[in-house]
């Protein structure tokens, strides 16, 4: 589909996905080094945008694409790429051209850029930029990586709490650069101490006369610097805040944060549970390579492994019971399979409640009660059914009622579980999403093999 005035191809299909013919036609211009065309191309992608395009090119054409467009190239784009693939991006241009690139960004943009780069370099950068623009980066770039300090713009408005309204909007007025967005007017005392916040939309709504002070907002919880990113996010869904001061340990304002580099946070914090959840790294990205992949995942799997010959050691106790009576061999994996997948759902759920703080010690007894009741329900539930597909497939009175048994006692042990052990992993301060996943499953192939076994050991009289 080709745009009806310019003609260039548009990016994205009508279910927008990126078109095959538009990254083709980007990278024949590339690599014949037509800089008019790629300028043509990429004049009106939105940042997000030519940050997929970025992705969708060959690694050996990302950096020529940057170096061609030169200053045209819009480096907030490569804050939405994959940590891996901007890092490779990075590692091929000179640190003047990142230096030109990062200069116009917001800060928070122009540190998470930073961030990826080796000291040495980093420093080389920051070197060439302007003072104002490198103290600030540079401070930024201190805080802890995962903090709200790294997160915040530099850039905002504060003014004297002595002013009136009047005055206020006149330096807004009179004020050259301004921050590109911004939702509140921050409040400072002579001793450059915060005070309060004015939200623009009751700024602009007040009579010149009235004076700041009695217009602002100093009743709301404070942001520090070095505060956690996780509970910064909480603080924003929790009071539905669109922007927030960012404060040093001496109650000065360095920043603010904003709506939508909290729900960057809240992205990746949940993206980073489910790949915990799955035993894969945090950090690992489409872009990887193999060995990188390969090397990561290597050391769960063989945790898991550990933990199998754990849960096949139970069989071994019943070696001769099983040599007896085949048919408990084949319906063993059964009660510990269905275990699992009990035990998955209650974990899942029990490691996203902690992830929110939804789940505290104040409900922790009624939630493990209701999950204790839910195993036990969905147990007969399964007991039933079980049972009644062991005696059709083996004909073999009381094997339903033995598999019933067991399965009624692995559910409520995945329940309990699924539960338990993530919470007495909080308590220990482990990460309940890393950590969880063995321990659990280990459980519930013990306790659904041990059952079934032991039960069909005593009711069949086998020795």
């Known amino acids: 589909m080709l745009a009806e005035e310019t003609g260039v191809p548009s990016l994205r299909d009508e279910e927008g996905a990126i078109r095959e013919e538009f990254v083709t036609r980007v990278a024949q211009a590339i690599e014949a080094g037509r800089v008019d065309e790629l300028r043509e191309l990429t004049a009106d992608l939105h940042e997000a945008d030519l940050g997929a395009l970025v992705e969708a090119l060959d690694s050996e054409l990302r950096p020529r694409l940057v170096e061609l467009l030169g200053i045209d190239f819009d480096f907030t784009a490569l804050t939405e790429v994959d940590d891996a693939v901007r890092g490779e991006i990075l590692e091929e241009l000179l640190p003047r051209t990142v230096a030109e690139g990062v200069r116009d960004l917001d800060s928070d943009d122009a540190v998470a850029i930073l961030a990826d780069l080796p000291q040495e370099e980093r420093t080389e950068i920051l070197d060439q930029l302007p003072p104002p623009e490198r103290v600030a980066l540079a401070r930024s770039l201190e805080y802890p990586e995962d903090s709200a300090g790294r997160r915040m713009q530099t850039e905002f408005i504060a003014v004297a709490s002595h002013w009136d309204v009047g005055q206020a909007i006149d330096y807004m007025r009179e004020t050259v650069e301004l921050p590109d967005r911004f939702y509140e007017v921050y409040v400072m005392d ?71 580099d909290v729900a960057d946070v809240i992205q990746e914090e949940a993206d980073e549970d489910i790949k915990a959840l799955g035993g894969v790294a ?98 007969l539930a ?82």
């Open 282 to 379: 945090r950090y690992e990205e489409l872009s990887d390579t193999v060995w990188t992949i390969a090397r990561s995942r290597f050391n769960w799997l063989l945790i898991n492994l550990g933990t199998a010959f754990l849960a096949s050691s139970v069989l071994g106790l019943f070696e001769g019971q099983l040599q007896k009576m085949v048919a408990l061999a084949v319906l063993a994996p059964i009660v510990a399979s269905q275990g699992g997948n009990a035990t998955t759902q209650t974990m899942t759920v029990a490691v996203r409640a902690l992830a929110t703080q939804d789940l505290r010690d104040a409900n922790a007894w009624r939630v493990v009660r209701r999950e204790l009741f839910v195993g036990l329900l969905n147990g």
């Open 382 to 463: 399964f007991a039933v059914i079980t049972g009644a597909a062991a005696y059709v497939w083996f004909r073999v009175p009381g094997l339903g009622l033995v598999i019933g048994l067991a399965m009624i006692c692995n559910m409520a042990a995945a329940a309990l579980g699924g539960i338990l052990i993530p919470l007495g992993l909080h308590r220990l301060r482990f990460d309940p999403a890393v950590a969880s996943s063995p321990f659990v499953t280990t459980v519930t192939d013990v306790v659904g093999f041990f059952s079934f076994l032991s039960i069909a050991t005593f009711w069949f009289g086998l020795r």
């Open 190 to 260: 002579e001793r450059g101490h915060f005070v309060g916040a004015v939200p623009l939309d009751k700024l602009l709504r007040s009579k010149r006369p009235m004076p700041i002070a009695d217009i602002l907002e100093d009743e709301r919880p404070l942001i520090r610097a070095d505060q956690d990113q996780e509970e910064v996010a909480r603080l924003f869904q929790r009071y539905n805040w669109v922007a927030a001061p960012v404060l040093d340990t001496a109650n000065r304002l360095v920043g603010v944060i904003t709506f939508d």
